[in-house]
């Protein structure tokens, strides 16, 4: 055989290669298109809440009672996934079982950590807390999460969200674009990592630190117990 015969012939070192390029090429359109497409997701929609709510005297949002025997503090933030299930999942039936029967005071304390748009939702979140209606907002933000510091938690959509909570939109749009809740929000980051919260959801159960996410059962065995000792 000649040696421009033996030039030729393809090794498999020459075949594999361009194939596997071929491969990650696809892999990474695929991931793209599967991204958009959870990206366009229609946007999800939330109920008004039905059980006492309102603003602790340091200006954090609460529900349930605050002459309750058990207190929950829940940080968070805005674009924490495992939050985002917490809200989604857990939540609810906390709020049905112990919220609406008044066993249950519970305070969320701003926790922003993961990127400037966890801080602009969370201004965003304290605006709608000045109108009554942080809980409807913080779950519609949560149902709608779509990723970490891409664009989504822009200052329109964040706008949009309060619309679809029955916010006055003026209101809404002159409380977030004057930045007035930046420095409280900031605070509320501060005083997370002094009290000494390292990431989210992070929960104070009567004083008692819980990291992490759990199914809902833990919550509700560990909240039976505090309910079951005595005073």
């Not at 075949?15 to 390029?21: E, K, Q, S, V």
């Not at 968070?76 to 939540?91: G, I, K, L, T």
């Not at 709608?144 to 749009?173: M, Y």
């Not at 009290?195 to 759990?214: D, H, Q, S």
Request: proline fraction near 5%; glycine fraction near 10%; aromatic fraction near 14%.
């Amino acid at each position: 055989m000649s040696k421009r015969a033996a030039r030729s012939i393809p090794t498999r070192r020459s075949i594999g290669l361009p194939i596997l390029a071929v491969g990650a090429v696809l892999v990474g359109v695929l991931a793209l298109i599967g991204y958009q497409w959870w990206a366009s997701r229609p946007l999800e929609s939330v109920a008004a809440v039905d059980y006492p709510s309102g603003l602790t005297p340091d200006g954090y949002p609460y529900k349930g009672n605050p002459e309750a025997k058990v207190v929950i503090e829940e940080y968070s933030d805005f674009q924490c996934v495992a939050c985002a299930r917490y809200a989604q999942e857990v939540a609810p039936q906390l709020d049905e079982k112990y919220i609406k029967a008044g066993k249950v005071y519970y305070i969320f304390r701003y926790f922003p950590f993961l990127g400037p748009e966890s801080f602009r939702a969370a201004e965003a979140a304290a605006c709608a807390a000045e109108q009554g209606r942080f809980w409807e907002y913080e779950r519609i933000v949560f149902a709608n999460l779509r990723g970490s510091n891409q664009g989504w938690f822009s200052d329109d959509r964040l706008i949009g969200f309060a619309a679809r909570v029955g916010l006055d939109r003026g209101r809404f749009e002159n409380c977030l674009l004057s930045g007035k809740h930046l420095d409280f929000i900031r605070q509320a980051a501060e005083a997370g990592r002094q009290r000494g919260v390292r990431a989210t959801p992070t929960f104070f159960i009567n004083g008692e630190k819980i990291e992490g996410l759990y199914n809902v059962a833990f919550y509700e065995t560990y909240l039976d117990v505090l309910l079951q000792q005595g005073p």
